[in-house]
């Protein structure tokens, strides 16, 4: 798995705003699916937000209406803007896309790429 180059994260208040960013290596030509994850201490990993092949966007029910993901094709760059957040959102977040990037020959291969993490702590 290749990884992403995720930024963004920190520190806010509760009420507070954070955008996450994600950047896809720049020999991609082409991002597929977006996902965004979650792990908050002692849980397992959650998908809060993901875009579809088809451009479908769901979220998660704890996080819909307050979180929105959004991408710039010419960055190969996707984004996760949190906002109203709540001490329940402290986690660390995972970008997570399928993109396709240029193989043999003429040929394109799609390959799976992940975050690094990053650690959104929110306070009451």
């Known amino acids: 798995q290749v990884q992403l180059a995720e930024s963004g994260g920190g520190l806010a208040q509760a009420g507070g705003s954070l955008r996450l960013s994600c950047a896809a290596p720049?020999?991609?030509?082409?991002?597929?699916?977006i996902d965004w994850y979650r792990q908050q201490p002692g849980k397992q990993r959650e998908l809060v937000a993901g875009?579809?092949?088809?451009?479908?966007?769901n979220y998660a029910d704890s996080v819909k209406g307050r979180f929105t993901i959004s991408r710039d094709n010419t960055k190969n760059t996707v984004y996760l803007q949190m906002d109203t957040l709540k001490p329940e959102d402290t986690a660390v977040y995972y970008c997570?896309?399928?993109?396709?990037?240029?193989?043999?020959?003429?040929?394109?291969?799609?390959?799976?790429?992940w975050g690094q993490g990053i650690q959104v702590t929110v306070t009451s």
């Open positions: 720049a020999d991609i030509l082409r991002i597929n699916t």
């Open positions: 997570n896309v399928l993109a396709t990037s240029r193989g043999k020959g003429w040929n394109t291969v799609e390959n799976e790429y």
């Open positions: 875009q579809s092949r088809g451009g479908n966007i």
